[in-house]
Nanobody, 118 residues
Framework: QILLAESGGGLAKSGGSLRLSCKAS????????RAWYRQPKDKMRELVAI???????NYADSVKDRFTISTDNAKNMIYLDMNNLRPEDSGVYFC????????????WGQGTQVTVIS
């Protein structure tokens, strides 16, 4: 079992910045990927950024060149630095870990709200 806890959400103005953090605890071994997702109000959850076990990062087109995902594996942390925020970046942000067990399992945090006002 992996427990994930996000923090750092809040209110920001357009053009502003926020940093989200996600702390993992529990059986944090054999991690295949670490990712941030978001779910805008009344919309589907969508991938924002993901880092594979090789350290390569990929981003949704809508956040490229504005958001940066980073990890501190020694501390079991992942971060999402969000710059030049837009109102359409608003939503609940979730971190997700995929771990190799008997099969591939995913673990989710409870989410943190990000609201961007113009």
């Amino acid at each position: 079992q992996i427990l994930l806890a996000e923090s750092g959400g809040g209110l920001a103005k357009s053009g502003g910045s926020l940093r989200l953090s996600c702390k993992a605890s529990g059986d944090t071994f054999s991690i295949a990927s670490r990712a941030w997702y978001r779910q805008p109000k009344d919309k589907m959850r969508e991938l924002v950024a993901i880092v594979g076990s090789d350290g390569a990062a990929n981003y949704a087109d809508s956040v490229k060149d504005r958001f940066t995902i980073s990890t501190d594996n020694a501390k079991n942390m992942i971060y999402l630095d969000m710059n030049n925020l837009r109102p359409e970046d608003s939503g609940v942000y979730f971190c997700r870990f995929e771990a190799l067990r008997v099969g591939l399992y995913e673990f989710w945090g409870q989410g943190t709200q990000v609201t961007v006002i113009s």
